[in-house]
């Protein structure tokens, strides 16, 4: 590895305030890889080597390293080790649906549990989702999804908290109104109209993770499906969700339109 990499990586991690320390390291590796200091294909350390550099356990370590595997900046072979992708994730242009829709059908309603509604600085993986720079202001939205009296499904809801301009009005901030009933995605659609989209859901799989696996009922190894939705507005950026969804919740209808 680069000596610029080694240094860059191995200056002290602190978690920011209501955020976990997992987030800070995935961050630090995600900016090392966007500025080339990581380069395509080249191999990570491992997650000891890491964890000393850092001054962080390995098991913050190895949650780090799962979601940039889960957001397409690295990926693993293995017995070998974790490698840099050969080319970032993009942004595409299909259409998308609010994820109680997705995960939802005929007599089949899902519950939304509000976990948490923070304002907090954007990640590395969550700025240019939602248009911004890393560091800047953004609303970060969790849930539960839960279908027949059972979770199904982890939501993560990104979108700045800089002002926004709808329906040719003036730019303001956002004020989306959380009466727990809906995901931000829903709550956008309505306050949007017709105007927001287009968009782009990516399908990748992964392991849950032990701090996931208590929201869902499950065990840190067991798989979940992972849906990344990216939506613009205005053909920006606008709002980025990661949801991570059990085996529990069946087969999953992909719809199509021309």
């Not at 059908?105 to 948490?116: A, N």
């Not at 970060?140 to 700045?160: F, H, K, M, T």
């Not at 859901?201 to 499950?218: F, H, N, W």
Request: one cysteine or more; a neutral charge.
């Amino acid at each position: 590895m680069h000596e610029d990499a080694v240094r860059f990586l191995s200056q002290p991690v602190e978690a920011q305030p209501g955020s976990p320390l997992r987030v800070a390291v995935y961050s630090r590796i995600a900016e090392a890889i966007r500025n080339s200091l990581l380069t395509p294909g080249s191999m990570l350390p491992t997650e000891t080597e890491l964890g000393a550099d850092m001054k962080v356990s390995r098991t913050v370590v190895r949650e780090a390293l799962m979601l940039l595997e889960e957001d397409g900046l690295i990926r693993a072979r293995r017995g070998v080790g974790r490698f840099v992708a050969d080319t970032l994730p993009r942004i595409g242009i299909e259409r998308i649906r609010p994820f109680e829709e997705v995960l939802g059908g005929p007599g089949r309603q899902v519950e939304i549990k509000r976990i948490q509604v923070v304002r907090q600085p954007a990640s590395e993986f969550a700025a240019p989702g939602v248009g911004i720079e890393p560091g800047e202001d953004c609303w970060l939205w969790e849930s539960v999804l839960i279908r027949d009296g059972e979770p199904i499904a982890q939501l993560q809801e990104n979108i700045s908290a800089l002002p926004v301009r709808f329906a040719g009005g003036a730019a303001a901030p956002l004020e989306i109104n959380d009466d727990g009933g809906t995901t931000l995605l829903a709550a956008l659609t309505k306050a949007a109209g017709r105007g927001l989209g287009p968009g782009e859901c990516q399908i990748s799989l992964s392991q849950v993770g032990p701090s996931r696996a208590k929201l869902l009922d499950l065990r840190a190894p067991d798989p979940v499906l992972v849906l990344t939705q990216y939506v613009k507005h205005a053909n920006r950026p606008f709002y980025l969700a990661k949801c991570l969804i059990a085996d529990r919740a069946g087969h999953l209808s992909v719809m199509q339109s021309l």
